[in-house]
């Protein structure tokens, strides 16, 4: 019985492996991936870091979407990571893709800070109690945060990116606001670019809902704990017509 499906990219005939029963790559994939390509040029130059690759497919379209970028992608399950070893190897794309297979909570034993102009991660969507974990241990920790968490990813953020460097991360829009706090608690280090939301991978919902900084008067503690108004994104995210949000952040200090 066959344990891949082989899987068209729809792209310069770029085709990748995925494991049948474990982890699938979906279009929040595509979706993470289109938006960072309007947010580079077609000659974008510099150093690229995805945070848990799966099987590859994110850095696989860039590296093959942008000629001069050059992607360091980690991957903590050890059949995920071979999995993208295989990838990368098929489209021949290794010159240009380094994988490293390591938990990305130890980054900092890994890489200097500032070391990346880009940071980009699909992350599990899930807390660890939230939802019906499945029978899949593979799919287990690709959707549940069991071994890394919202709060790590922006951590991870903040220590890779280069000054102006620009992370993307996209989440279901049920954690936005909670995004939005852990943010707004690292915003000596990070600030919101953009808040995207999405129906699906055809469908960017138009939504006039920016991430505002209300900097205090001197004396004055803050007048807000997030970006985002609480109260207008709640009569929002009732809404039915969007899923997901991809945020867009950048690096504006230094890592001490």
């Known amino acids: 019985m066959c344990k891949y499906t082989y899987d ?5 005939d770029l085709k990748i492996f995925q494991h049948k029963n474990g982890y ?5 994939s595509l979706i993470l991936q289109d938006c960072i390509l309007n947010y580079t040029s077609k000659n974008f130059l510099g150093n690229a870091f995805e945070f848990g690759t799966g ?3 994110i850095s696989i379209l860039l590296a093959a979407k942008r000629e001069n970028i050059s992607l ?3 991957e903590v399950q050890s059949s995920l990571y071979e999995l993208a070893e295989k990838n990368v190897k098929y489209c021949e794309l290794s010159p240009k893709i380094t994988l490293i297979h390591m938990d990305g909570r130890n980054v900092a034993k890994k890489f200097s800070p500032g070391t990346f102009e880009i940071a980009f991660s699909n992350p599990p969507f899930f807390e660890p109690n939230e939802g019906r974990l499945s029978p899949i241990r593979e799919r287990q920790i690709a959707k549940h945060e069991i071994l890394c968490s919202l709060v790590d990813i922006l951590d991870i953020f903040s220590y890779l990116l280069k000054l102006d460097g620009m992370g993307f991360v996209i989440y279901p829009k049920t954690r936005c606001l909670q995004f939005d706090s852990e943010l707004y608690k690292r915003r000596d280090n990070l600030k919101p670019i953009a808040y995207k939301f999405y129906q699906n ?9 920016m991430p505002k900084f209300q900097k205090p008067k001197k004396g004055e503690s803050s007048p807000q704990n997030s970006f985002l108004p609480p109260n207008k994104f709640s009569e ?3 809404q039915n017509n969007f899923n997901l949000f991809v945020a867009v952040v ?4 230094n890592y001490d």
Do not use: H, W
Request: charged residues 25%.
């Open 24 to 28: 699938r790559s979906s279009e929040d």
């Open 8 to 12: 068209d990219l729809l792209y310069n």
């Open 201 to 209: 991978y055809a469908n960017e919902v138009k939504i006039n809902l």
């Open 55 to 57: 099987c590859g497919i």
């Open 250 to 253: 950048q690096k504006i200090r």
């Open 72 to 74: 360091t992608s980690i």
């Open 236 to 238: 929002i995210i009732a």
